[in-house]
């Protein structure tokens, strides 16, 4: 629902969105190099589906990922984690010009909710 009300608010009078996250929102367990980490904050995987779907859905115009301070953090989650994120903007950027709806799971790269993945089930 707040993404919803999000999303109605940042598309009145535009055509294109900019998006600017603030890695401060994720937890420190995925973002220790912020400026400020605080407890309590979104996983890894709630942000990138998030991401992808604000992407997918929308026209972007560009992106930036800030508060990301590399040199705080010695394990390079940092790094790696804000490199998902924009994997997972540019993915839904993908997805919109290709037509594939926002929830959109290949098949091919996702087994889970899927019947007869691995073929028809054998009768016992």
């Not at 603030?22 to 990138?48: C, H, I, K, N, S």
């Not at 604000?54 to 508060?67: H, L, Q, S, W």
């Not at 040199?71 to 037509?99: F, Q």
């Amino acid at each position: 629902k707040v993404m919803e009300r999000a999303l109605k608010e940042a598309r009145t009078n535009t055509k294109k969105l900019w998006i600017s996250f603030d890695v401060d929102v994720l937890d420190p367990a995925f973002m220790p190099g912020t400026g400020t980490p605080v407890p309590g904050g979104l996983t890894m995987r709630e942000a990138q589906p998030i991401m992808r779907r604000f992407c997918a859905e929308n026209d972007i115009a560009g992106i930036d990922i800030v508060e990301v301070a590399p040199y705080l953090d010695t394990s390079y989650k940092t790094a790696l984690n804000s490199n998902y994120l924009l994997n997972a903007c540019l993915a839904g950027i993908a997805m919109r010009k290709k037509g594939l709806p926002p929830g959109y799971f290949n098949p091919v790269s996702v087994e889970h909710g899927q019947d007869e993945y691995y073929g028809p089930k054998k009768k016992s």
